[in-house]
Structure formats: C-alpha cells, structure tokens
C-alpha cells in the first residue's frame, strides 16, 4: 500500500490517496499452504512499487467462471493464516481479513494489510465473525454479512474509489533481465506485446463496481447504527458505520486467467525466504493476475 499524499491541514492530515495492489493466483487442486503464501508474496516484493503486490489471493477456478471464488490454500492454512486471538486468551476470538499480507477474500479486500478487522463481542468473546477454514476448491465464505452486524471496524476508511486496473502475467522467465512479464494479449481486442496487454475489462464499468459496494457498506453500518434518530430499522443490527473492505472479485472475473489451467501448487510451496523474484514468477507460471485499485481514504 502506497500512500500517495495528505492534505496538510487539521482533517486533510487524515485523508490520503492509498494504492492497493493484490496478486491473484489460480492454483490447481492440491492447495497452497501458508508457508508457500507467504513467501510468494515475499519473493514479489522485488517487483517495481507501482506493481508491487500488498496481497496475494489464492483461488482454484477451472470450471465455470464465477464471483464466488473457491479457496486456493489448504483448510490447515486458512487456520494458520486467519484465525486470530486478539484478546489473547489461548482461543480464537476472530476471523482475519487477511493474515501476513495473504488475503482471504477478494470480495472483502482491505487497503493494506490488517487495516480491516472484525471487533469482539461485548466482553470480549468470541466474535460472531468466526469461521472454519473450508476445504481447498470450496466456496470462501464472506465475512461481512448484507447488512453487515455491526462489528466491522479498521484503521483505514474508504472515503471513495479513484481508478482500478487489471493485468495478466504469462511470463515465466522473469530471471531474465529483458524478460517482458505482461505478455498477455487481450482476452477480446488483441494487442500488441510490447508493454503487456490487459484485459477487456470494460473499466468504468469494474470502477462503479467496486465503488458502489463500498457506499453500500458504508450506507448499511450508518443505517444500523443504534439511537434516537429512528434509523434502528428492521433488518439492521447495532454499527457503527464505515467502510473498509473492496469488492474486486468482478475484476477478476473479467481476468483471462479464470477458467485456465492455473499453477501447480508444490512450485508456489516449493519457495523459501531465500526465492527470488524470478522464482516466484516461475512458481506462479501463467496463473496470475495483478489487479490495482487506489482509493481516497481516511486514516482513524
């Protein structure tokens, strides 16, 4: 996450123009573990910064294309990934948004890594946000209900969605010094190759996407919000208002990656701390799609 600049005055000092970057994997039926996400994502750090991942999301979709991504890691490093005990007790109070810069959901997608977060129940119990880690190709359930109940909370608010942008990667030989990693010629309008293709995405229409689901966000928790003012409505619960997580499934749904052979899941496990950008690209074969969004946002 970039933040690209602030106003310099008592509220502008919280606002900032944010880009958030998430490198999404299909992967074959097998499973990606934790140990392999992360360093994946590692690994792609060396990467330029105005394409360099904050995320990695894993998904295995070889079928039918569809907005409900199945999971790409195994059951085991959704737990080891997720599940988290912010009031250390030695139990799972909370299900994470995302776990080491590894995403769990494209549909709820932060600014940056741990900048959304589900708060506890009264008390500080278990959250009603706890959920099992599914099984690698089952459907990854949403955290946020529709209206959400309330306990959804984070360090950056989304005040507006700027610009989104996706691209494929087909390259596997970024260990060469003049290799050219966006290769991938247009799903619908070809093009040329010199410089990358992107996808037919149809962007103004991905932007209202992805904008309009955060104004929803942002309209369900206000509307829930408890007082006096009668807006206690039926079928909303206790909020507190805002907005902090990105629905990008629809840009990926439009990726040429959805539907293909993804990448073996052992290469992605196979790296360390010690892998390369090179090995990384390698691992992800052609099975990537890097998609950018930058956001208006405020700092809490």
Do not use: W
Request: charged share 10%; hydrophobic share 40%; glycine share 14%.
């Amino acid at each position: 996450m970039g933040s690209l600049g602030g106003l310099d005055v008592s509220y502008g000092a919280q606002t900032q123009i944010t880009k958030t970057n998430v490198m999404c994997v299909n992967v074959t039926s097998a499973g990606v573990t934790a140990g392999g996400a992360k360093h994946l994502l590692n690994s792609l750090q060396a990467l330029p910064i105005a394409i360099r991942p904050d995320f990695t999301f894993f998904y295995e979709e070889t079928t039918a294309v569809t907005a409900a991504h199945h999971s790409g890691l195994t059951a085991a490093a959704q737990l080891t990934l997720f599940d988290v005990d912010p009031g250390n007790t030695g139990t799972t109070q909370s299900t994470a948004f995302d776990g080491g810069g590894v995403l769990r959901n494209i549909r709820e997608t932060p600014l940056k890594p741990g900048s959304a977060y589900m708060n506890l129940a009264a008390g500080g119990g278990t959250d009603a946000g706890v959920v099992a880690g599914v099984a690698e190709g089952a459907v990854v359930a949403d955290l946020i209900p529709n209206p959400p109940v309330g306990d959804l909370a984070g360090s950056m608010r989304i005040l507006d969605v700027l610009s989104v942008g996706s691209v494929d990667i087909s390259s596997t030989t970024a260990a060469v010094a003049n290799d050219n990693l966006f290769t991938v010629a247009d799903a619908a309008v070809a093009q040329a190759t010199d410089g990358g293709g992107t996808e037919a995405l149809g962007v103004t229409s991905a932007l209202h996407k992805v904008k309009n689901q955060c104004m929803v966000q942002e309209y369900e928790n206000f509307m829930a919000s408890a007082g006096g003012d009668g807006l206690n409505t039926a079928g909303h619960t206790a909020g507190t208002g805002g907005c902090y997580t990105m629905d990008l499934s629809d840009l990926l749904v439009a990726s040429k990656i959805e539907g293909a052979t993804g990448a073996t899941a052992s290469n992605i496990d196979g790296l360390s701390t010690a892998s390369t950008l090179g090995h990384g690209i390698t691992a992800m074969g052609a099975g990537g799609t890097l998609i950018s969004v930058t956001c208006l946002a405020r700092t809490s």
